[in-house]
């Protein structure tokens, strides 16, 4: 009996395991693919992957779309005209849909700060900084472009962040296209 009991645990688990093997969506779930994948589909803009590492762009779109919030307050206004979703007198209750147009060009004034673009220089380089540098600036708040302290951005809170979640949110800036950025008299979120 001990033996039939054994055999069928160790058939259950051979099922499981060719399951996982051949089944892409649960093996996304478990290596961290979901993520990637999710942040291709959530991007609101074309992504350029000509010489960038496609998984890090997902990710980076994942961490910057559906966990970072970074439109709100790169991104002038946040919402396609009518698509803001948030109830009156703040919004329309649209669907939510990006302001691709102006797409993290900055340009959300704070009174003490105005939204840095974010999106890539002539080079290529988010806001023009090199890895190091974006990486620095998330972990201590100081931006070297304009030699001062982020007073608005909540990088006590990104400091945390992996360096590899930093390089992905850094390589998926880097896949955006060049942006303007637009107008929004209401300030962040409109």
């Known amino acids: 009996m001990k033996q039939i009991l054994f055999f069928g645990n160790v058939v259950v688990a051979l099922l499981i395991v060719t399951a996982l093997i ?18 291709i589909e959530i991007s609101p803009v074309k992504l350029n992957l000509k010489g960038k590492n496609p998984s890090l762009v997902g990710l980076g779109s994942y961490i910057v779309n559906a966990q970072g919030g970074c439109n709100d307050c790169h991104t002038c206004p946040s919402f ?11 919004g329309v209750s649209g669907d939510g849909q990006v302001n691709s147009v102006n797409y993290l ?19 290529g380089k988010p806001e ?11 972990r201590t708040g100081h931006d070297p472009i304009q030699n001062e302290t982020l007073t608005i951005m909540p990088w006590p809170y990104y400091r945390n962040m992996t360096d590899r ?5 850094y390589t998926f800036l880097s896949a955006i296209p060049p942006a303007s950025p637009g107008s929004c008299p209401a300030g962040p979120g409109q």
Do not use: K
């Open 22 to 39: 051949h089944n892409p969506a649960a093996r996304a779930q478990n290596n961290g693919e979901s993520e990637v994948q999710r942040g």
């Open 80 to 90: 396609t005209p009518g698509h803001n979703p948030f109830p009156p007198p703040v």
């Open 105 to 123: 060009a900055g340009g959300v004034d704070f009174g003490v700060a105005i939204s840095r673009n974010l999106t890539p220089d002539a080079a």
């Open 128 to 138: 023009g900084l090199t890895l190091a540098q974006f990486i620095d600036v998330f």
């Open 165 to 169: 979640d930093l390089e992905a949110i």
